[in-house]
């Protein structure tokens, strides 16, 4: 096990996660997903949509702080995008926003698949 100090962490990460904006479960969503992650975490986005437009979005996860700032970062930026907007969000993006540890890369990866999904298992409907 790789152990991972808060130290690692850039200060924007730190506040974010703290702040868990969007943490928390929509009631009757209109899309939902989870993904596990290589390291153990699970991530699930539950969002509302209303003319192609994400209009609210919550996530849970017993994640890390990097999957907890991930999660919530990438639900800040999603809301009010069109579903084609938020599919061209990318790990990459939030790696460099919240200045992620290269060791935890694979949390925005694994926030991103799951809103990735979430929008493709609507779009099923």
Known sequence: MIFVSIKMYAEKTIAVARERKHEGVIDSPDAVAEVGGICGDKVKFYLKIENEIIKEVKYETPGCMAAVASCSTLAEVAKGKTLDEAL?????????????????????????????????????K
């Open 88 to 124: 061209a969000i990318t790990p990459k993006s939030l790696i460099e926003g919240l200045g992620l540890p290269g060791i935890k890369n694979h949390c925005a990866q694994m926030a991103v698949v799951a809103l990735k999904n979430a929008v493709g298992n609507y779009r099923k």
